[in-house]
């Protein structure tokens, strides 16, 4: 019986290393057959080689045309730097913002001779502190000899901003400072027109536009509204009014002498001799400390 058993065994064990043999041999010749017929993506070094220098010379073309754009921007750049300084060359004269940085340099200098040369002969300039315009150069050299005087040694414009238009305007916005620390409400704006005489730029019409010291905020909008309403209902008057101011500040004139002159004058020539008076008080209380520190300290 043990016998039979044991024939019985190893005819199991012979069955299964002989399916096992040939399932080995019927897959690996299959595989083998596979590979021969579609092999891996191999790639040689020599292909490698050529695959990168085709990357890099990509990489490099890809630089190029940046840096050929690069060198464009800065081409073209260059060419409207160069024409610039060509037309100054070939005109003989600065620009006009570089006119007008002189003109300011002048007054700060105090030289109105200098400063004689930036005014052209039909200037005109209309400084809104004033009523009427200076027409001519005789009175426009003569309202700034008087603004020299009134700046006295140690104040001087401060240009802030300079911004020039088509080549002959100009937009400074400026300050006044008292040895280098701003006095209050000095900031205002100037345009400039300036002219070509000659091989020069002189300054040919000028509009001066000042801080004022009055903050009126909000009134200035609820009597804008009220204005702009008479005008929606009365258009045919606004018209003829905005046509005309010099009659509404002639009437006005008028109304003024007739009526309010002879209350307000005086009091206003109190008001002003009052203040001259605290003016002069006030300088020589300022001049008696400096006399008492000046013998506190040389003590």
């Known amino acids: 019986m043990k016998e039979s058993l044991f024939l019985v065994s190893k005819a199991m064990a012979i069955a299964v290393n002989f399916s096992a043999q040939s399932l080995r041999q019927s897959t690996f010749p299959r595989a083998m057959a596979d590979l021969a017929l579609n092999p891996l993506p191999f790639q040689t070094p020599h292909q490698l080689e050529q695959k990168g220098t085709k990357k890099q010379l990509h990489?490099?073309?890809?630089?190029?045309?940046?840096?050929?754009?690069?060198?464009?921007?800065?081409?073209?750049?260059?060419?409207?730097?160069?024409s610039n300084s060509d037309s100054i060359s070939i005109l003989g004269h600065p620009s006009a913002a570089d006119t007008i940085k002189h003109f300011y340099t002048c007054i700060n200098e105090r030289?109105?001779?200098?400063?004689?040369?930036?005014?052209?002969?039909?200037?005109?300039?209309?400084?809104?502190s004033f009523f009427n315009p200076f027409n001519g150069k005789k009175e426009v050299m003569h309202f700034f000899d008087l603004l020299m005087r009134s700046m006295g040694q140690n104040v001087k414009f401060i240009i802030e901003h300079v911004c020039e238009g088509d080549g002959i305007t100009v937009g400074v916005n400026w300050?006044?400072?008292?040895?280098?620390?701003?006095?209050?409400?000095?900031?205002?704006?100037?345009?400039?027109?300036?002219?070509?005489?000659?091989?020069i730029l002189v300054i040919k019409k000028a509009?001066?536009?000042i801080e004022s010291p009055l903050k009126p905020g909000g009134v200035v909008l609820v009597l804008l509204k009220n204005v702009t309403t008479i005008f929606d209902e009365f258009p045919q008057a606004a018209e003829w009014l905005l046509k005309s101011p010099q009659v509404i500040i002639q009437s006005m004139m008028k109304i003024y002498a007739m009526f309010l002159a002879p209350l307000i004058n005086p009091l206003v020539g109190s008001y002003v001799r009052?203040?001259?008076?605290?003016?002069?008080?006030?300088?020589?209380?300022?001049?008696?400390?400096i006399y008492i520190s000046k013998i506190l300290f040389s003590s």
């Open 59 to 82: 990489g490099v073309a890809i630089k190029r045309q940046e840096s050929n754009k690069l060198t464009n921007d800065h081409g073209v750049s260059l060419i409207v730097s160069s």
């Open 175 to 199: 300050h006044l400072e008292w040895k280098q620390t701003q006095i209050p409400f000095t900031r205002g704006c100037s345009f400039y027109e300036c002219s070509e005489e000659g091989e």
């Open 274 to 289: 009052i203040w001259e008076f605290m003016a002069r008080l006030f300088a020589l209380a300022i001049k008696i400390v």
């Open 111 to 128: 030289n109105l001779n200098k400063l004689g040369g930036f005014i052209s002969e039909d200037c005109y300039i209309e400084d809104c």
């Open 207 to 209: 509009r001066t536009i």
